[in-house]
């Protein structure tokens, strides 16, 4: 039961946080013209009203269970209804057990989508209501249009080519990192990716030298952190990939982290008395890390 108390807790956030920073609030809300900023809150709009869709679900759920339960009969629209509202509702639940930002509404939107049907089309008798109603289906138009063409836009931007062990990938901005590890390393060698992102470990194709795929202050316990510096001294580990501003980002990705976890970081601690920088490289997003090595070591040489 330790992963549903300790890796929820360091995950928890208001219900649909957005996982902004303080440069894309302004990027958003304060930069560039009128029209413009306009046209940016449309687009984003729907991060606000897809954590919504499932309350509705649920509120679908409570009204058929009802209306079954007064008929005293069955009918397939009524069980139509109670059978996609609780899969809805269940889902929901696994997003609140674990993280209620909306990149894990985003996962599973395909069913609420059903929802924001249902309200599209649902029979009102309010002539308020029939009139408002083509307004809605514009902006549900524009706005979810908007967004699904930002991330079209995202995709067909991306021209930087990046050859991995795992094939060619395309990005909006260079990488450096991937092809500086591919000089370094072999297939297969257990090379230190800290504290976050053992995507690189997959498309260099070598792997985490612990039993952990990553591991992050706040979501691992003091035992696994004195595991993992075990295993780095049993194997002789003479290099890693570090991400010295990975403290960043808790304030808007993990705002439940304890403080304690990101200032008393053991592995970061072992990391920055044996082992010294040799080069700082950058994701496309502009994530800085360093390549570093023990301090006994050779920096690698380009071949």
Not at 57 to 71: K, Q
Not at 148 to 164: P, R, S, Y
Not at 210 to 229: H, K, V
Request: hydrophobic share 45%.
């Amino acid at each position: 039961m330790w992963p549903l108390h300790h890796y929820t807790s360091a995950n928890h956030v208001a219900y649909g946080w957005q996982n902004w920073s303080d440069h894309t609030r302004d990027l958003i809300f304060k930069t560039g013209p009128a029209a413009a900023r306009i046209a940016k809150i449309i687009a984003v709009s729907p991060g606000f009203l897809i954590p919504v869709l499932p309350l509705v679900g649920c509120s679908f759920f409570v009204y058929w269970a009802a209306r079954i339960r007064e008929a005293n009969r069955e009918s397939s629209q009524a069980c139509y209804y109670i059978v996609i509202s609780s899969a809805s509702a269940g889902l929901l639940l696994s997003v609140v057990m674990v993280r209620t930002d909306i990149l894990h509404f985003i996962y599973l939107v395909p069913v609420w989508y059903v929802v924001l049907g249902w309200v599209l089309a649902a029979p009102t008798e309010s002539r308020a209501l029939l009139r408002f109603r083509p307004a809605l289906v514009v902006y549900v138009a524009i706005a979810f249009g908007m967004l699904g063409f930002a991330v079209l836009l995202a995709t067909t931007g991306a021209q930087c080519a990046i050859h991995t062990r795992r094939g060619e990938i395309t990005t909006p901005e260079p990488d450096t990192v991937v092809p500086y590890l591919q000089m370094c390393t072999k297939i297969g060698d257990e090379f230190l990716i800290y504290p976050y992102l053992p995507l690189y470990n997959y498309l260099t194709a070598t792997r985490s030298p612990s039993r952990y795929d990553y591991f992050q202050p706040g979501m691992n316990t003091q035992e696994q952190a004195e595991e993992l510096i075990r295993s780095l001294e049993s194997k002789r580990i003479n290099a890693a990939l570090v991400e010295p501003s990975f403290a960043e980002k808790f304030a808007n990705s993990w705002p439940e982290t304890p403080l304690a976890s990101v200032v008393e970081d053991p592995v970061m601690d072992y990391l920055v008395r044996n082992f010294r920088v040799c080069k700082l490289l950058h994701s496309p997003e502009e994530w800085r890390f360093a390549y570093v090595v023990r301090k006994d070591a050779r920096c690698p040489e380009k071949n």
